[in-house]
């Protein structure tokens, strides 16, 4: 028996558009999910700023070990965080998956859409919230230094900013997609059958 | 494509799975052939097997043991990739709830199984607005499921389902979740379709109404057939 199969062509336009159409139409959901990135990335943002911010002010020491600390709990708090939005966001739609198998997409097919509409998620979330979370850092010192001391240090360094900017993006993207990947894989290798009868 | 006669080929299929710690058997030895252009409705009680024979025949879980050909293809012997091909584009379903997704327009439901196809948009657009034309919604092809009637709903899934002209359409209680007017309108699209197309409808369903518009009636028991019928020879049961 052979059947001659084709590569289907399923181009990235495509996913993006099918990604983009899930995302408009759970928006509410998506938003929600949206915030625990932002959450996530604000806080370790947040913490991160406010302690390279000490550095620079060249603080008295011994409030350094406190300050590992608290990057190193930031860093769960996010990780914690956006992995249990995406992980959510992916169980309660195993039907959805079923579905998508049952009218033909491959395993492929169905986790690349899932994974780009992580991206974008992971992109957004992990913008604002390094915004929030870098503002915050910042504002956090007013009262340590005068808004013009502060203005000067962060001209000075801010390319050091700028680095933990993209970091904080970065690391978005990576734990949502993660996140992703892994339930939507293996949702994605259920029967069909199975996976349209599977309850949340 | 060859015109063989038969599209379904199914022999002595078995389907165990465990509940806890009680095996149950589903299905217990079931065999049919169902020919192109027919109309086969698979009746029988609830938890007679039905909907484990229309998981089996369409590819959607694996059997114990026994063999399902779906035109001349066994499909056992199909990897995934294979496998949603055949899902893809000889097979179209039809669900008791639908199942259609919820973030696109009915048209859209229509062009995604075309989609994974590699279908041209251009193509798909046509091609889409023109089954929702036969179905009856022509009108409606920029509705989310959200927006329309279950009955509705219901025509949009029939529509994906002919997406890539597939050989054979199973349905699972297409009219379980309908009122009565509504499943009489659905179950007569799918006559029409099957008149007026030729296409091969297995439906799964305990749904009398099915009766008197199919060809054939394999009638399930306990995981078994208990019996196959011909429209013919219910017409003489019914007159005696």
Same mark, same amino acid.
């Given at each position: 028996m052979s059947l001659d199969l084709p590569e289907p062509d399923f181009s990235l336009s495509e996913v993006f558009?099918?990604?983009?159409?899930?995302?408009?139409?759970?928006?509410?959901?998506?938003i929600?999910?949206?915030?625990?990135?932002?959450?996530?990335i604000a806080f370790m943002a947040a913490l991160l700023t406010n302690s390279l911010i000490l550095d620079w002010l060249q603080t008295e020491s011994g409030v350094e070990a406190y300050q590992y600390w608290l990057v190193g709990i930031s860093l769960i708090v996010a990780f914690?965080?956006?992995?249990?939005?995406?992980?959510?966001?992916?169980?309660?739609?195993?039907?959805?998956?079923?579905?998508?198998?049952?009218?033909?997409?491959?395993?492929?097919h169905i986790v690349?859409?899932?994974?780009? &509409?992580?991206?974008?998620?992971?992109i957004l979330g992990g913008f604002f919230g390094a915004i929030i979370g870098i503002g915050m850092g910042i504002g956090i010192n007013l009262n340590r230094a005068s808004l013009d001391e502060l203005t000067v240090i962060l001209e000075a360094n801010f390319s050091t900013l700028l680095i933990l900017f993209s970091a904080c993006i970065l690391i978005a993207i990576i734990l949502t997609s993660l996140a992703t990947y892994i339930p939507a894989r293996r949702a994605s290798k259920l029967s069909p059958a199975e996976a349209l009868r599977y309850e949340n | 494509m060859s015109l063989e006669e038969f599209v379904v080929e199914i022999d002595d299929v078995h389907k165990e799975y465990t509940l806890g710690k009680v095996i149950i058997h589903a299905l217990q030895g079931i065999s049919f052939?169902?020919?192109?252009? &027919?109309?086969?409705?698979?009746?029988?009680?609830?938890?007679?097997?039905k909907s484990t024979i229309f998981n089996a025949i369409?590819?959607?879980?694996?059997?114990?043991?026994?063999?399902?050909?779906?035109?001349q293809v066994d499909i056992a012997e199909l990897d995934a990739y294979e496998l949603a091909w055949l899902r893809n584009r000889k097979i179209g379903y039809i669900f008791q709830t639908f199942n259609l997704l919820l973030a696109f327009s009915a048209q859209e439901n229509i062009e995604i199984p075309m989609v994974?196809?590699?279908?041209?948009?251009?193509?798909?657009?046509?091609?889409?607005k023109h089954i929702l034309n036969l179905v009856g919604l022509g009108d409606r092809a920029r509705n989310k499921p959200g927006q329309l009637s279950g009955g509705q709903q219901q025509r949009v899934a029939i529509a994906r389902a002919l997406a890539n002209d597939p050989a054979i359409i199973l349905a699972d209680e297409p009219t379980a979740n309908l009122d009565l007017a509504t499943g009489l309108e659905i179950i007569g699209l799918l006559k029409k379709l099957n008149e007026e197309q030729g296409t091969t409808i297995v439906s799964a369903t305990h749904?009398?109404?099915?009766?008197?518009i199919s060809d054939r009636i394999i009638w399930i028991r306990d995981g078994r057939v208990d019996r196959i019928e011909d429209r013919a020879d219910i017409q003489v049961d019914a007159m005696s």
């Open positions: 558009y099918l990604s983009y159409s899930n995302i408009k139409r759970r928006f509410f959901r998506s929600i999910t949206a915030l625990g990135i932002i959450l996530g914690g965080g956006i992995t249990n939005s995406m992980l959510m966001a992916v169980n309660e739609r195993v039907k959805e998956i079923g579905v998508y198998k049952c009218i033909g997409g491959l395993d492929s690349r859409l899932f994974i780009v &509409e992580a991206l974008l998620l992971g | 052939k169902i020919k192109r252009e &027919e109309y086969v409705s698979i009746m029988g009680p609830s938890g007679s097997g369409g590819g959607l879980d694996t059997v114990t043991s026994g063999e399902i050909y779906i035109d994974f196809a590699g279908v041209p948009r251009e193509e798909r657009r046509k091609k889409s749904d009398l109404k099915m009766i008197s």
